[in-house]
């Protein structure tokens, strides 16, 4: 099924009735201008995602929920995909995932549940709807 403008909007009204913010109070909050939080709603635009983050950031998502949020809109964008800096992670390790995921045939509907690494477990984990998983644990190292 062709992914639309309008399923990015849908999930951010989505987002936005839930924080209990207007158009304009989350324009406020994220940064960005009323008329591209509306716009993006009504499927009238695509986001890059510094836009996508920012509008993230504004409503206060969970690292999970942002970075479904993101994924979402990178899908659909045909410029941009990069995930901008993501609390902290090696920024090099988030630009790969969306090729991964998409090599690999996982859009964003398909994860249910996102586990982020930390400095215990080293791991990026994604839970399938179908229950299925993924882990992968990538390293960067200096190049010799």
Not at 21 to 30: D, E, K
Not at 81 to 95: A, H, K, M, T
Not at 102 to 117: A, E, H, R
Request: without cysteine; charged residues 25%; proline residues 6%.
């Amino acid at each position: 099924m062709k992914k639309t403008p309008n399923q990015i909007g849908k999930l951010l009204k989505e987002y936005r009735k839930r924080a209990n913010l207007t158009q304009p109070q989350l324009a406020g909050s994220s940064g960005v201008a009323t008329s591209i939080v509306n716009d993006i709603e009504n499927g009238i635009r695509n986001a890059g995602g510094k836009t996508l983050d920012r509008i993230a950031h504004g409503l206060n998502l969970s690292d999970e929920e942002r970075f479904t949020f993101i994924m979402e809109g990178l899908s659909l964008s045909k410029r941009d995909f990069l995930i901008p800096d993501f609390s902290g992670y090696p920024l090099e390790v988030l630009n790969y995932l969306p090729f991964v995921f998409q090599k690999s045939g996982i859009g964003p509907k398909m994860v249910k549940k996102i586990i982020l690494p930390t400095k215990e477990d080293k791991r990026f984990q994604i839970v399938l709807e179908n229950g299925r998983a993924m882990a992968m644990e990538i390293r960067l190292s200096p190049v010799k």
